[in-house]
């Protein structure tokens, strides 16, 4: 299946502002928000991270952590391209009012505009494909104007480094934090959701749980001929972290680019339950109707959130 290009690229731009550095401060209804202005990185580009606090935290108290990412789409619709938006802070804050999760911080990450797709699309499996096929999709692409994909090389490896080596040390010395994989998160869709995938394969000992929302297994704009879903899985079977000690939540919708996504997922599904995974720990949904939007997952969003810290 080939969608016109004119609708992919419109697709691929949800999620996708670059960081502006006086960006204003999301409105949220519950909680708070705290931002860290471009934070520098030795493997990535400087992005602004939005701190999200539920209502009433207290330094005195310990709580879990959920790092997401396309950061400045999460909470605040009238500051986005598409005026949509997560709605973190709204089903965040009614989950952990009512106690039906543990009480948690959550790290929107922002995307860095055109670096987004290098930053996200997982780097060992792309780069376990023949080197040729990888040349000339970066060389196709970057023939594309306004192409919003292979702005460069690959670099989710550094992207992740970021995240734990850089980002995560600093919320945890600044932020009243659980450090631990048991209380560590991960979550995103699309192109988020496969980094969210290889963060918890790559560093199973720092994230405990991952959400992966209408994971974008294709990595491009096409599945014809198209090697790469092949590699993401491959890579699955040998790199899936321990059932014993990690969630795993998985999704997808049926319309739009969504509608690419289940194949790809039902052999997923099929890997993920040889690992050992089950009920307990792995959920697998279809969302018949949805689309690929924020408004799609802003909808479903309490059930991998319930997943993933629910008491």
Known sequence: MIFPKAF??????????????????????NGTIQRLENF?????????????????????????VLYMHDGQMLFDSTATWNGQEWGV??????LIREKRIRPCIVVGVWNAGKERHVDYLPQKPFESLPKSYRDSLIRMAQRQEGAAIFSGEVQSDGYLK??????????????????????????????????????ICEYPGVFGGAACLSTHWPGIFSVEGNPIPAAFLD???????????????????????????????QQADEIIKRKGFSRKNWMSRKFAGADHSEQAWRNRLDIPITFLLGK
């Open 8 to 29: 992919l690229i419109h697709c691929w731009l949800i999620a996708l502002s670059a960081p502006v550095v006086f960006a204003q401060l999301p409105l949220v209804t």
């Open 40 to 64: 520098p990185s030795r493997f990535v580009s400087a992005r602004n991270v939005d701190v999200w606090l539920p209502a009433g935290y207290n330094p005195a108290k310990k709580y879990a």
């Open 235 to 265: 890579y699955l079977k040998s790199h899936l972290p321990s059932p014993k000690s990690h969630k795993l939540y998985f999704d997808y919708g049926t319309e739009t680019l969504d509608a690419l996504y289940e194949p790809f997922q």
């Open 162 to 199: 970021f995240l734990v080596t850089e980002l995560k040390p600093f919320i945890d010395s600044v932020y009243s934090t659980r450090k631990d994989r048991a209380h560590t998160f991960i979550a995103g869709s699309s192109m988020g959701g496969l980094i969210s995938m290889y963060a």
């Open 89 to 94: 802070d709204e089903t965040l804050g009614q």
